[in-house]
């Protein structure tokens, strides 16, 4: 059982970075891929990247996010990570951390366990 807490979200103006942590819980937590995903208004939720479980190497972005943001991990600390730089406002939407025993898969339904998401705004 692994449970995720984000935090790190807030208002920002485009061009602005944030950085948002997802804390787990659980001695299982290196055993898990993990990803962040975002849902914004009406839309449908969606991958932004994974991490494996080790972290070094095997990392996938969604291709509107890749020079941008960057997704690191600290296995030590049960946390994952997201750093948001040069944020546009079609980046605005609630994101969410995910674990998942697979890597890697892009949909939503191959992610075992949810944080409960952090806002992000990004206003122009």
């Known amino acids: 059982q692994v449970q995720l807490v984000e935090s790190g979200g807030g208002l920002v103006l485009a061009g602005n970075s944030l950085r948002l942590s997802c804390q787990g819980s659980?001695?299982?937590?290196?055993?898990?891929?993990m990803a962040w995903f975002r849902q914004a208004p009406g839309k449908e939720r969606e991958f932004v990247g994974i991490?494996?479980?080790?972290?070094?190497?095997?990392?996938v972005y969604r291709d509107s996010v890749k020079g941008r943001f960057t997704i690191s991990r600290d296995n030590a600390k049960n946390t994952v990570y997201l750093q948001m730089n040069d944020l546009r406002p079609e980046d605005t939407a609630v994101y969410y951390c995910?674990?998942?025993?697979?890597?890697?898969?892009?949909?939503?339904?191959?992610?075992?366990?949810w944080g409960q998401g952090t806002q992000v705004t990004v206003s122009s």
């Open positions: 995910a674990a998942s025993g697979i890597y890697y898969s892009r949909s939503p339904q191959s992610y075992q366990y």
């Open positions: 991490v494996s479980w080790s972290g070094a190497h095997d990392i």
């Open positions: 659980g001695r299982t937590f290196a055993n898990y891929a």
